[in-house]
């Protein structure tokens, strides 16, 4: 049986795929900061998943990974899809720190936790959930954007790294437009998708090795158009 671990599974994108992958008969080691909606992830698949709750931007994340990956008995793919960002017109730098120690600093450290074990282990497959709002940056949430993009170009980074190191090493970036999580935050959204659907994609590009994704596969063409923009254009936009 494979193993993963999904990183922030406690709601939203996370948590749909986690239940998606225990349906593909992954043993699934799921992790955030609530015990309680972990537990209940669990209570339906009981077989099928390991809880490990704890929060990634405090001291301890690695020792957590190790020990999560010893009950698990390996680890096969590694999912981070933990974070966060809010909306921020007043630019309030303690809405803003909260993003970045989390979506910058804490997905580092799990990022080169995970590219070390796999290093290792010469085989694995590594999935960050970054965002379409990484593409450009976004005056409703500059934080958010701005982490999302360095999520984008770690991913790369560490993509070029195990070609050239000639790791049998899969890295694939995620893109999501809008999914109705919490993390759909302002007005007039649109095409957004139920967190199961975008699990059912997102388990297809796991399965096809891809380098990277857009979820739902409508947001391609909007991604190719905003990236396409002048800069002129984009700061009216």
């Known amino acids: 049986m494979k ?91 303690g809405l803003e720190k909260p993003t970045i120690d989390l979506n910058v600093d804490a997905f580092t450290e799990i990022a080169n936790w995970g590219y070390a074990y796999f290093k290792q282990q010469q085989s694995g497959h590594m999935v960050g959930i970054t965002s379409l709002a990484g593409l450009r940056g976004g005056r409703l949430a500059p934080a958010y954007n701005a982490s999302k993009a360095y999520q984008i170009n770690y991913l790369e980074g560490l993509r070029q790294k195990a070609t050239s190191e000639k790791l049998n090493l899969v890295i694939t970036d995620i893109r999501p437009g809008f999914v109705d999580t919490a993390m759909a935050k302002g007005e007039g959204i649109f095409w957004l998708a139920h967190p199961e659907k975008a699990a059912k994609q997102i388990y297809g590009l796991i399965r096809r090795k891809r380098s990277k994704g857009y979820v739902t596969k409508r947001w391609r063409l909007f991604a190719g158009l905003v990236k396409l923009m002048p800069g002129g254009l984009y700061k009216r936009f």
Request: hydrophobic share 45%; proline share 3%; charged share 15%.
């Open 3 to 93: 193993k993963a671990i999904v990183i922030g599974a406690s709601s939203g994108i996370g948590r749909a795929l986690a239940i998606q992958l225990a349906k593909a008969d992954y043993c699934v080691g799921i992790t955030g900061r609530r015990s309680a909606e972990l537990q209940a992830i669990k209570a339906q698949q009981p077989d099928a998943f390991v809880v490990s709750a704890f929060d990634n931007t405090l001291p301890g994340l690695v020792e957590n990974l190790n020990s999560l990956v010893t009950t698990l008995g390996g680890l096969d793919l590694l999912i981070i899809s933990s974070g966060t960002g809010e909306l921020n017109p007043d630019l309030d730098y």
